[in-house]
């Protein structure tokens, strides 16, 4: 079992570049999280899915979109990255006892 | 919404000193969880709290959760270097509230 998986692990975008990022389970979990950690920040919550074809907002969801078109993929989207969107992003997915699987992270700078 | 907050934000303690890092929620919560994540790492699951009153531990971690189930702490006896991380704890339903974590260095 690969756990959960990160695509990619560093990107360095010019301020208005488009990306998305992919995560990746295979421990059959319906509920998948995206986070993004600042320092000092802790980790706050971006947006969340409880099962295939659902989305819902969390903490922090302006200028990210995201998609769950398969139970195993969760995918982040950034339409127009701003510098403020500097950051390490997280993805989890959870189990049926509500423990958290992180991924390794992805590292994205905006310039 | 729901808060959890948590203190300290940093401690500095010499290998072999006792550590405590405390969670508190404005709301009861049905569940306390605590992770660890390393320096350039991601956060991993430790433990989780879901009884009034209840302690678990782990080695030299020990984990209890307040009879009112608004509050948790997580000790850990003589540190060591590898004990060096931030600590988190989250608690309530979907989605997980966490705290802003306590980072925790461990001086040889």
């Known amino acids: 079992n690969a756990g959960v998986t990160q695509t990619p692990k560093f990107r360095v975008l010019k301020t208005g570049q488009s990306m998305t990022l992919l995560c990746a389970q295979d421990?059959?979990?319906?509920?998948m999280y995206w986070y993004r950690q600042d320092p000092g920040m802790g980790l706050r919550l971006i947006h969340y899915?409880?099962?295939?074809?659902?989305?819902a907002k969390g903490e922090v969801p302006d200028g990210y979109n995201v998609s769950r078109l398969k139970k195993q993929n969760f995918l982040l989207g950034l339409e127009s990255a701003a510098p403020s969107q500097t950051s390490v992003y997280f993805c989890?997915?959870?189990?049926?006892?509500?423990?958290?699987?992180f991924g390794p992270g992805t590292r994205l700078t905006v310039t | 919404g729901q808060q959890v907050m948590q203190i300290p934000q940093y401690q500095h303690v010499q290998e072999g000193e006792d550590f405590t890092t405390y969670c508190n929620s404005s709301t009861t919560l049905s569940n306390i969880q605590w992770y660890k994540q390393r320096p350039g790492g991601h956060p991993v699951f430790l433990i989780q709290l879901v009884k009034s009153g209840e302690v678990k531990k782990q080695k030299r971690l020990t984990f209890q959760f307040g009879e009112a189930k608004k509050n948790s702490s997580l000790h850990i006896t003589a540190t060591q270097t590898t004990d060096v991380g931030t600590y988190f704890c989250?608690?309530?339903?979907?989605?997980?509230?966490f705290g802003k974590g306590t980072r925790l260095s461990v001086i040889a």
């Open positions: 989250a608690g309530g339903n979907t989605p997980l509230v």
């Open positions: 421990m059959n979990h319906e509920y």
């Open positions: 899915s409880v099962g295939e074809g659902t989305t």
């Open positions: 989890a997915s959870e189990a049926q006892d509500y423990e958290q699987y």
